[in-house]
């Protein structure tokens, strides 16, 4: 039991990681697999955003890969899960407004924990209203990214249906007209990403000043993975 729940305890602790500021790196000992994680920002053409929160881990040791497995069966613990995701996304959002002059909530969306071979993989998506500026058919984003955000996990921006990226800051590791990454640990100080000929875009959106301002950023998603040890005993 005490082995089970250091090992749920390690888990909790690497997903808790996610989205600090500054994010404390992986240690050693972690089972997560830092080339395979992620934030990924999907956004739609009148600046809300999906965000993501990809995290692989490796199942070769039995503990981990039970935990997992316990975790992808149980869709109540999932579903509480996302809703401590949404409920601290949405508390920055909510802190953020006092330096826009927009609108911005979070809502929870989608939970998904799968187990292929000896790999875990945890995503949890929000959907996040007024993430990006909207001017006339321009998409600017910023912040969190520009304000020290520092990341144990590649950065990926994806633009809106027939729209296209036409500037970014730092320059990204991969991009093409729809899609930029950077690797992890890329200083994103200073960022900007600049989308234009956005298809459709709302007027509440496009009142607001390009970006977040100020030194918000995105806190730690405190997913408690420690409730499964409970349902184990």
Do not use: C
Not at 116 to 133: N, P
């Amino acid at each position: 039991m005490q082995r089970e729940l250091a090992t749920v305890g390690v888990i909790s602790l690497l997903l808790v990681s996610a989205f600090a500021l500054p994010v404390a790196a992986s240690s050693p000992n972690s089972s997560e697999s830092v080339e395979e994680s992620a934030v990924h920002v999907d956004l739609e053409a009148d600046g809300d955003a999906t965000v993501s929160l990809v995290s692989s881990y490796d199942l070769t040791d039995p503990d981990e890969r039970d935990a997992f497995e316990t975790l992808r069966e149980d869709e109540s613990a999932q579903e509480k899960l996302l809703d401590r995701a949404a409920d601290r996304f949405d508390s920055v959002a909510t802190n953020a407004e006092a330096n826009v002059e927009r609108e911005m909530t979070v809502s929870a969306e989608s939970a998904d924990v799968s187990v292929s071979d000896d790999r875990g993989i945890v995503t949890l998506s929000v959907t996040w209203e007024g993430l990006a500026a909207v001017e006339d058919d321009t998409l600017v984003v910023t912040e969190p990214f520009a304000s020290g955000f520092d990341a144990d996990r590649s950065l990926v921006v994806t633009a809106p249906t027939e729209a296209t990226i036409e500037s970014s800051t730092p320059e990204p590791t991969t991009q093409d007209e729809t899609r930029a990454a950077w690797d992890a640990e890329t200083d994103l100080d200073g960022f900007e990403l600049t989308v234009s000929e956005a298809t459709t875009a709302s007027d509440d959106a496009s009142d607001g000043t390009p970006g977040f301002t100020g030194s918000v950023a995105l806190v730690a998603v405190g997913l408690t993975v420690a409730l499964l040890a409970a349902n184990r005993r």
